[in-house]
């Protein structure tokens, strides 16, 4: 008995001990806003009924889309828009189809992207995804493609009364306290970003990567970021 007890305290240590390396998912890990795609998906299927549901949003789309509050509140609204009126098992299960078709899309996941997440796995290191898309839809396109040996920290929906509802939209701060609570130990060695939205997630890691930046992106996250950030450009 205490010998298989100190076993499995040598190998929480060894765990504990590993670097942790985080990755975002959309922008980084494959080419697109998944979530995004799937809202545009479903809202061209929809009948007339459901779409006039989101028309008052319209107008005000350019202006949310640019800052991350108004990202969030927009993928808050949509999910519930393309949800409304299924089960909650239906939706999933709409998900899970949408993630498997889109990850067996050719060119979907970036190819750079996949050689160094598995060149971290491969070195011992403790990747860890972060994302804010859902978790079912992400699970079915790593599952998709057999993309192992990692760990998932995702945005969580639930079936509400109006429709799927976040009740943890894990982007922006929300990424740096999910970790916290899932007990993903810092320090965290390295974090790979695309957007201004995963500066938190940069800044809490020892060493910050961009991925893909614009050159506006770039100055304004260099200014955030010190002398830690580099840029990284992967196809």
């Known amino acids: 008995m205490d010998q298989g007890m100190d076993a499995a305290v040598v190998e929480d240590t060894a765990a504990g001990a590993r670097r942790v390396v985080l990755f975002d998912f959309d922008?980084?890990?494959v080419r697109h806003q998944t979530l995004e795609l799937f809202y545009r998906q479903r809202l061209s299927g929809l009948g007339r009924w459901?779409?006039?549901l989101a028309l008052p949003l319209v107008p005000f789309v350019p202006v949310l889309?640019?800052?991350v509050a108004g990202n969030r509140f927009l993928g808050r609204v949509f999910l519930r828009v393309v949800t409304f009126g299924r089960s909650e098992a239906?939706?999933?299960?709409?998900?899970?189809?949408?993630?498997?078709t889109y990850a067996r899309r050719p060119?979907?996941?970036c190819r750079d992207a996949v050689v160094t997440l598995r060149r971290h796995v491969d070195a011992g290191d403790r990747v860890v995804i972060v994302t804010g898309n859902?978790?079912?839809m992400v699970e079915a396109m790593l599952d998709e493609v057999n993309l192992g040996g990692c760990e998932l920290v995702a945005s969580q929906a639930r079936m509400g009364l109006f429709g799927?509802?976040?009740v943890n939209h894990n982007v922006h701060h929300a990424k740096v306290r999910t970790l916290d609570r899932a007990g993903i130990p810092r320090p965290w060695a390295v974090a790979y970003g695309d957007s201004l939205s995963d500066v938190p997630m940069l800044k809490a890691a020892d060493a910050a990567r961009l991925v893909n930046p614009s050159p506006k992106t770039l100055k304004k996250a260099s200014r955030l970021l010190a002398g830690k950030l580099e840029a990284v450009y992967w196809y």
């Open 50 to 52: 459901r779409v006039l």
């Open 90 to 100: 239906g939706c999933r299960r709409l998900m899970n189809a949408f993630g498997r």
């Open 65 to 67: 889309i640019g800052s």
């Open 134 to 136: 859902e978790q079912e």
């Open 107 to 109: 060119g979907v996941f």
């Open 27 to 29: 922008g980084v890990i």
């Open 164 to 166: 799927m509802r976040f």
